[in-house]
T-cell receptor, first 106, second 114 residues
Framework: GIQVEQSPPDLILQEGANSTLRCNFS?????LQWFHQNPWGQLINLFY???GTKQNGRLSATTVATERYSLLYISSSQTTDSGVYFC????????FGDGTTLTVKP | DSGVTQTPKHLITATGQRVTLRCSPR?????VYWYQQSLDQGLQFLIQ???????AKGNILERFSAQQFPDLHSELNLSSLELGDSALYFC?????????????FGPGTRLTVL
């Protein structure tokens, strides 16, 4: 089946630092989303980004469909950014990566 | 708030029992998806319905079943519950049925099987 690999699995940052999360796909990317699962378990939609670049405040995402990967950038991180970040590909059956657990320390 | 509602928020039951989880999609969304999130399995896609019809099936056990009603709300039925069924169950909705569509997640139902 389709493989979705996320890296790094864990990331610890000091508040104010920048980070890059990566998502690799084993097959073509025609529907890709990034989500943030906060410490209370809520899944929040960050980006729908099958290709190109999008920005929303301190967050931005880039998908290079031809290379089968997507990147999520978090700038000037805050403690509220902590949680698990998932990328997901939906091609009939949705496939989620295992997530990157981000901890931002004050 | 995504606009997707799920009830109940928490459910505690015993092995062998049957439970029903309910999901109401965002206004205007025709697709509903169900996911299971357990500690050792991550987020697993279970099933998708579009406008009342089953659209895609994932790793859904035979003890589990779902349906989408004419008013577009959906129910996930879990029967003969086992300890391993304890998990967070999410519902998501999207406008369309196709691949190029954004999913919005509900707050989840936390199921504990004792």
């Amino acid at each position: 089946g389709i493989q979705v690999e996320q890296s790094p699995p864990d990331l610890i940052l000091q508040e104010g630092a920048n980070s890059t999360l990566r998502c690799n796909f084993s097959d073509s990317v025609n529907n890709l989303q990034w989500f943030h699962q906060n410490p209370w378990g809520q899944l929040i939609n960050l980006f729908y980004i099958p290709s190109g670049t999008k920005q929303n405040g301190r967050l931005s995402a880039t998908t290079v469909a031809t290379e089968r990967y997507s990147l999520l950038y978090i700038s000037s991180s805050q403690t509220t950014d902590s949680g698990v970040y998932f990328c997901a590909r939906n091609a009939g059956k949705s496939t989620f990566g295992d997530g990157t657990t981000l901890t931002v320390k004050p | 708030d995504s606009g997707v509602t799920q009830t109940p928020k928490h459910l505690i039951t015993a092995t062998g029992q049957r439970v029903t989880l309910r999901c109401s999609p965002r206004s205007g969304d025709l697709s509903v998806y169900w996911y299971q999130q357990s500690l050792d399995q991550g987020l697993q896609f279970l099933i998708q319905y579009y406008n009342g019809e089953e659209r895609a099936k994932g790793n859904i056990l035979e003890r589990f079943s779902a349906q989408q009603f004419p008013d577009l709300h959906s129910e996930l039925n879990l029967s003969s519950l086992e300890l391993g069924d304890s998990a967070l169950y999410f519902c998501a909705s999207s406008q369309l049925a196709g691949v190029e569509d954004t999913q919005y997640f509900g707050p989840g139902t936390r199921l504990t099987v004792l």
